[in-house]
């Protein structure tokens, strides 16, 4: 055994520096003031429901791309993960490569949307959303971000309304449901759903959020909260921490209907994979999307395994498929500052090479 070599004053000048950290970062916190949702500028263009789509104003300097981007993001979580903080925005960043950005914000369902199904919101929604822009631009087709399971909703729509759609980006989106290291999908295989959503008509936001968090309990529940006080005392540090704080238990309720269906068609059915995917009265062929597709996916994602992103290859009837492989996590294909080198900006050169 090695001896552990513990010097009275060596530990008696850490237990300060702790305190002191812990000090500083205790004022920094009361000192932040509101915590914003989103750094980019933007304008609400369209509404309807709890449904706000926002366009997001576009840098002067940058050479705008005919053909606009719809980003489409998950029901479980706020979009504004994506542009979440000044150095570290996706949506800045697209904004950048010369993107001209809409993005649909679902707002929070309450129990007058416990009724909405899958249909209302892909050809309902999603698709009034797409012809405001196609309205707006005088443009036959868009572009579409969809990301997590917004991916997996960008996918239906785009095999329902191939004529709508230029090209399809799919980012971290689950399309095997049932990969072997997928824990969120075997834990669901035996839930009652029926039961659950008879009961309680929305799903809790919190439940799921809950949920997601004790995937990794000992990271995501109690290491990081030790780990903060490194960077707390640190103004701009502290409120960035905050920030992710306020996105991580900012989850909407689910409209139940839609929540019973995906769970149900998704997670336990495999749609895809089995191709018993329907929306309303339409069965839904991945084959009619013939558009070129990016399907971006991260090697150590928790919550959407790679192989269950890269199940899409072969599923499409696109001929020009391109994959990229993301070396971080589900969250830092967003917020980390490689992803911001990488990812982003091979989005933005991608859709403009096509």
Known sequence: MFPIDIRPDKLGEEMLDYSRKLGQG????????????????????????????YRYQRPAAVAQQAVPLLVVYALVNRPYMTDIQEDRS??????????????????????????????????????RCVDHIRHTHGVYKVNILGICQGGSFSLMYSALHPDKVRNLVTMVTPVDFKTPDNMLSNWVQHVDVDLAVDTMGNIPGELLNWSFLSLKPFSLTGQKYVNMVDMLDKPEKAKNFLRMEQWIFDSPDQAGETFRQFIKDFYQGNAFINGTTRVGERPVDLKQIRCPVLNIYALQDHLVPPDASKALNGLTGSEDYTEL?????????????KAQKEVTPAIGEWLNAH
């Open 325 to 337: 492989a993301f070396p971080g996590g589900h969250i830092g294909i967003y917020v980390s500052g």
């Open 26 to 53: 205790m004022q920094n916190l009361l000192d932040a003031g509101e915590i914003d949702s989103g750094v980019s500028p933007k304008d609400a263009v369209y509404r309807e429901d709890k449904l706000v789509l």
């Open 90 to 127: 996706t949506i800045k960043g697209l904004l950048a490569t010369g993107q001209d950005v809409y993005l649909i914000d679902w707002g929070y369902p309450d129990q007058a949307d416990r009724s909405l199904t899958l249909d209302d919101y892909i050809n309902g929604y999603i698709d």
